[in-house]
């Protein structure tokens, strides 16, 4: 019916190499937590606790060992409460503490009190009660003691007793309000201490208190960041000198630890440069603000390789597909963000006469450079045009033997003139004499 049990015979065998005095102590975690010099022998509570021994001799040398203590006082009875923290501007806001427990088996009565600081927390509540318990306000003795600090609970089932809480499970929850966020306060289990079970034999049962503490959980505000800024390069260089301000933070809470930047010097270079500044405050918190830099410089840029004039002759279509090396823009601050910009493109078909290809590139701070050449397209191909059939007349005795030829050319075009001249020798209509009875031939051209 023990939780806790008088353990003796703990003091370690110690030597050293030189002589002289050696210093001992130790510290203990687990289910008895606590510290001293000299032995660990004392009173231990049921659990396992872990006692860490550390020997100093008067050269500051030291050595640690370490080992358990385990009081087994069977299926003990195990009452948690939380531990609950809120920002250090809570104030105002509502906590809730969970008792919770482990082996709450065979239950039928207990009796407890919890304690805080009024001055920290008001008790406002109790809810969440595990399903089957059957509380009520008279659990509590009305609540009259609240105010004070203390909520005492006596409470069971004399019928069939509790139900059987899982490890783990909440008993009920307590619900403060938080009167004083920037303080701190113990929250601890205070007797009387009572548990029966079934044959209403005592219960061991052994408390875990909770805290509550203020915590930091805001980041840091900047007072102020700086507005974007565009600054004028030297003349003919690509950066600028422009000093960074010191900003300046509050924090809510711990206050600021420091504030920096992410820039190595106060130099900038042609373009766009975010400076992001941080500020982290004492508990890690940290918050950033940024802003732009822009240098803008006055080197204009250029073409390399721009084409010479390009000749071309025209297809079937009167068209001439021409291809060549784009020129490359370059500029003196390094090539940043150079826009280039063409009336035509390799590959572009080209009509007949000459045609001027322009190209423009320019550079981030609107400098510009062009890039000029013609493309001239000629004419090459020959029309064409197809002879009429050979005609074959009869002379005419009124012709004086000789005979009136009418004949037409259809079929004449070109790949770019759509009016052609057209013409034949004889033309059509010519009288045509006969040469030793046999009309001489003439062909157009």
Do not use: H
């Not at 065998?13 to 010099?37: E, F, H, I, Q, V």
């Not at 004392?42 to 006692?51: C, E, M, P």
């Not at 809570?90 to 009565?109: A, P, R, Y």
């Amino acid at each position: 019916g023990q939780t806790t049990a008088m353990v003796t015979g703990l003091d370690p065998m110690l030597s050293d190499n030189c002589p002289g005095g050696l210093d001992l102590s130790w510290t203990a975690t687990g289910s008895t937590p606590g510290s001293g010099t000299g032995s660990a022998d004392g009173t231990y509570t049921a659990g396992s606790t872990i006692v860490t021994y550390l020997a100093e001799d008067g050269a500051g040398n030291t050595s640690t060992c370490s080992f358990t203590v385990t009081v087994d006082a069977g299926q003990v009875l195990t009452l948690i409460l939380d531990s609950v923290s809120v920002d250090c501007q809570g104030t105002g806001q509502m906590v809730s503490v969970n008792i919770s427990v482990q082996n709450f088996i065979d239950v039928w009565g207990l009796q407890f009190s919890v304690e805080w600081d009024e001055t920290v927390l008001q008790f406002e509540s109790v809810s969440n009660e595990f399903p089957g318990l059957g509380l009520s306000p008279v659990n509590f003795l009305g609540f009259t003691t609240t105010g004070d600090g203390i909520l005492r609970f006596l409470g069971g089932n004399s019928t069939s007793g509790w139900p059987m809480i899982p490890d783990g499970g909440t008993f009920f929850t307590i619900n403060f309000t938080v009167l004083d966020a920037n303080a701190i306060s113990t929250i601890n289990f205070i007797p009387p201490f009572d548990a029966v079970n079934g044959s209403f034999q005592s219960v061991p049962f052994v408390t875990f208190n909770g805290a509550f503490e203020s915590e930091d959980l805001v980041p840091p505000v900047f007072d102020a960041c700086p507005m974007d800024t565009t600054i004028n390069a030297v003349a003919n260089e690509c950066n600028a000198n422009f000093p960074l301000p010191m900003l300046t933070a509050t924090d809510a809470c711990t206050g600021v630890d420091t504030i920096f930047n992410d820039q190595t010097d106060d130099v900038f270079d042609t373009g766009e440069t975010i400076v992001m500044y941080t500020a982290i405050d004492s508990a890690g918190n940290s918050s950033t603000c940024s802003f732009t830099i822009t240098v803008i410089e006055n080197i204009a840029p250029e073409f390399i390789n721009c084409p010479d004039t390009i000749f071309a002759s025209v297809d079937s279509n009167c068209l001439a597909v021409v291809d060549w090396m784009p020129p490359v823009g370059v500029d003196g601050c390094g090539s940043i963000a150079l826009t280039v910009t063409s009336n035509f493109q390799p590959g572009d078909a080209f009509p007949l006469g000459i045609t001027q290809v322009d190209y423009l590139v320019t550079d981030f701070s609107g400098n510009t450079g062009t890039c000029n050449f013609i493309v001239s397209v000629s004419d090459t191909i020959a029309p064409f045009v197809i002879c009429p059939p050979d005609v074959n007349v009869f002379a005419s005795d009124t012709l004086n033997c000789a005979a009136i030829v009418d004949f037409a050319v259809d079929s004449v075009g070109d790949n770019c003139d759509v009016d052609l001249l057209t013409f034949s020798n004889p033309g059509t209509g010519t009288t045509v004499p006969c040469w030793n009875k046999c009309c001489r031939v003439y062909r157009c051209r």
